[in-house]
Nanobody, 125 residues
Framework: QVQLVESGGGLVQAGGSLRLSCGASGRTFATMGWFRQAPGKEREFVAA????????FYADSVKGRFTISRDNAKNTVYLQMNNLKPEDTAVYYCAASPIAYSGSDSRSPISYNYWGQGIQVTVSS
């Protein structure tokens, strides 16, 4: 049974840092990503990583502040979030696909077959 389990969310002040983790079980995935959804807004792409080449893709809003990385041995992907802003407040979701997507395809939620339950990140001003 495939499962994605997120951890590491919480409350942090603006300018602070958090690291999210997403542990995958049941199989390995070619592409893993992070999305987020704020109240009243659509789910939006944050970052993605293609396992084979280690290519990474970022939304413009987080580029230079967030870093996606992986530990293949643990089948885990991380999202290091630095210099957090109140507008980063959202529920963050881990997503995974067995297909190795290009940058444009990795940004679409419909590219992903599997999703975690979501984890709250709150940034206070």
């Amino acid at each position: 049974q495939v499962q994605l389990v997120e951890s590491g969310g919480g409350l942090v002040q603006a300018g602070g840092s958090l690291r999210l983790s997403c542990g995958a079980s049941g199989r390995t995935f070619a592409t893993m990503g992070w999305f987020r959804q704020a109240p009243g807004k659509e789910r939006e792409f944050v970052a993605a990583l293609r396992r084979s080449a280690g290519d990474t893709f970022y939304a413009d809003s987080v580029k230079g502040r967030f870093t996606i990385s992986r530990d293949n041995a643990k089948n885990t992907v991380y999202l290091q979030m630095n210099n957090l802003k109140p507008e980063d407040t959202a529920v963050y979701y881990c997503a995974a696909s067995p297909i190795a997507y290009s940058g444009s395809d990795s940004r679409s939620p419909i590219s992903y077959n599997y999703w975690g339950q979501g984890i709250q990140v709150t940034v206070s001003s």
